[in-house]
């Protein structure tokens, strides 16, 4: 005989093993996303025109030392593209994004 209590209890372990497995799985594609916006947002800066700017002055800049460089190109260029690369470098360290993304590191 089939008792009822035992069917409720067996249900209950089945539906809590199926919620957890529902819950890993959605961790897992939230995670995806939220990856996926943080590129989205990293490329969406990359296309502004001032990063643009700043990076072609760097580019075209010949300096020696750090007065040079500032002399050459706006310190707002110097320090635009140094403090993305800075947090472009704690957004790795933090394994937020991959340094080696399609086999090419996360520079300019």
Known sequence: MVDI????????????IVGAIFAVLELHSISKDRKTDLML??????????????I????????????EAEDQCSEVSLMMVTDHLDGM????????????????????
Do not use: M
Request: contains cysteine.
């Open 5 to 16: 209590p035992q069917v409720l209890e067996g249900a209950a372990y089945v539906g809590f």
């Open 41 to 54: 947002r990293i490329n969406e800066f990359w296309g502004r025109p001032e990063w643009y700017e700043a």
């Open 56 to 67: 072609t002055r760097i580019n075209k800049a010949n300096f020696k030392d750090a007065k």
């Open 89 to 108: 470098a704690s957004l790795a360290r933090q394994k937020a994004i991959d340094p080696c993304a399609h086999g090419e590191p996360v520079c300019l």
